[in-house]
């Protein structure tokens, strides 16, 4: 179902309506050309297959401040001088751009939402304030919360890291941060609760017991997974990896060291993976690398859609819209059977110099298109005779006799080396990358 437009006592995106689909040939910038919501593609709709979800900080929050100047656009629902009452007016923005939008997600952490107080009650009182108020505007709009989360990582507190901290008082802080956190979560039915430890991890060897600080985090997390589990939180918890920035040295480094730690703690249960792709990139691996060791685990559970700069060695956290990323990235989410709980988040922003209160809406429609036309592309790909079967067959040799018997553990080093003998060189294989590379650029269209 689509949203229902809700416009609060001010409307703040004046001239724009729904945006609708209008084909790929429309000429309209306010307009899908290919997320057409209803559209079915292998049994679903493209609303269900893709699960958008626009994130509160990026778009919201961010006014386009760098660390080399201050922010650039003025929005009006931050005119308030009142924390609180700019936090309600933001509430308004936030659900009349959701719904004029037409996206069925969103995703905030608690101080995006709601303001810092003085102290932890403080800060609860006005948190539950506004989700009392949120879960008013998802029941009039129906977009929903595709996972909330808690910022431990601007209060000044957290610049030696949250539950990682070498102070115990600041991890205690940080639990009470994420035990309300959890319980707004619950209050808005959140598919999915994440974490992204942002300064957890470490810039100096020398001063840092890693062992330490890593068994305090699985403990953390532990008693963070317990606790959500007793106040009826049902969906995944999720962590998002990412190798540095803003510490060195970054605890969840990528994938493949989330789910190690994961295994490591015995927390696989109740934990999967959040993938994001300008950390993917930032960690040297493509976007599809890491949700593919992510999927292999069973361990995929959401995506940040964004993409990082080719050149720039940091996070931009654009817009994705190149294409060829989205379509290796639609091909192993597909490739996993879909989402369950998780959608595609955007955790992007405009550029600093894009100043047009419509951008935002740019920005999505861009992203939002350019999955959905991924999602088209890689499904018919997926149906390619010579695409799919090139990888399957190069693996035919473990389908049958000598290799299916290694497989199942049949065959030790002993029998190998005289199969080894017995058959012969080798007959050279060839991978037929450039075959595939040029039958996924036929597909591009
Ligand atoms: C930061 C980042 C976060 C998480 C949520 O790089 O990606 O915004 O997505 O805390
Ligand atoms: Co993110």
Not at 324 to 340: I, K, Q
């Amino acid at each position: 179902m689509s949203a229902k437009i809700v416009v609060g006592k001010r409307e703040y995106f004046k001239g724009i309506a729904r945006i609708s689909y209008e084909g790929p040939t429309s000429t309209n910038p306010l307009a899908y050309k290919y997320y057409d919501e209803d559209r079915k593609v292998d049994g679903k709709t493209l609303r269900d297959h893709l699960r958008f979800a626009v994130c509160y900080w990026h778009t919201f929050c961010g006014g386009g401040g760098d660390p080399f100047g201050p922010g650039t656009r003025h929005y009006a629902w931050n005119e308030s001088s009142d924390p609180l009452q700019q936090a309600r007016d933001k509430l308004d923005a936030a659900f009349e751009f959701f719904s004029k939008l037409n996206a069925p997600f969103y995703c905030f952490h608690d101080r995006d939402i709601a303001p810092e107080g003085r102290n932890p009650e403080e800060s609860e009182r006005m948190l539950k304030e506004i989700v009392k108020l949120a879960k008013e505007k998802q029941e009039a709009s129906g977009v929903r919360l595709l996972w909330g989360t808690a910022n431990l990582f601007s209060h000044p507190r957290y610049m030696n890291g949250a539950a990682t901290n070498p102070d115990f008082a600041v991890v205690a802080h940080a639990a009470a941060q994420v035990k309300v956190a959890l319980e707004a979560t619950v209050e808005l039915g959140g598919a999915n609760y994440v974490f992204w430890g942002g300064r957890e991890g470490y810039s100096y060897l020398f001063n840092t017991d890693m062992k330490r600080e890593r068994e305090h985090m699985a403990m953390f997390l532990r008693k963070s997974a317990e606790y959500g589990r007793g106040i009826g939180f049902k969906g995944p918890y999720l962590i998002e990896p990412k190798p540095m920035e803003p510490s060195k040295h970054q605890y969840d480094f990528d994938s493949a060291t989330v789910i190690g730690f994961l295994r490591e703690f015995g927390l696989e249960k109740d934990f999967k993976l959040n993938v994001e792709n300008n950390h993917a990139t930032l960690a040297h691996h493509s976007f599809a690398h890491d949700l593919q060791v992510a999927a292999d685990a069973g361990m995929l559970g959401s995506i940040d859609a964004n993409r990082g700069d080719p050149q720039n060695g940091w996070d931009t956290d654009q817009f994705p819209i190149l294409l060829y990323d989205c379509v290796e990235a639609m091909l192993v989410v597909l490739g996993m059977g879909g989402f369950t709980t998780g959608g595609f988040n955007f955790d992007a922003k405009i550029r600093r110099n894009s100043t047009d209160l419509e951008d935002i809406f740019l920005g999505h429609i861009g992203g939002m298109d350019a999955f959905a036309r991924a999602l088209l592309i890689a499904s018919e790909l997926r149906k390619d005779a010579v695409f799919g079967r090139v990888r399957r067959e190069r693996y035919a040799s473990f389908d049958k006799g000598e290799g299916a018997r290694f497989e199942r553990g049949e065959l030790g080093l002993k029998e190998l080396r005289d199969i080894a003998a017995k058959a012969g060189e080798p007959r050279l294989s060839s991978g037929k990358q450039e075959l595939l590379e040029n039958i996924v650029n036929q597909y591009l269209r």
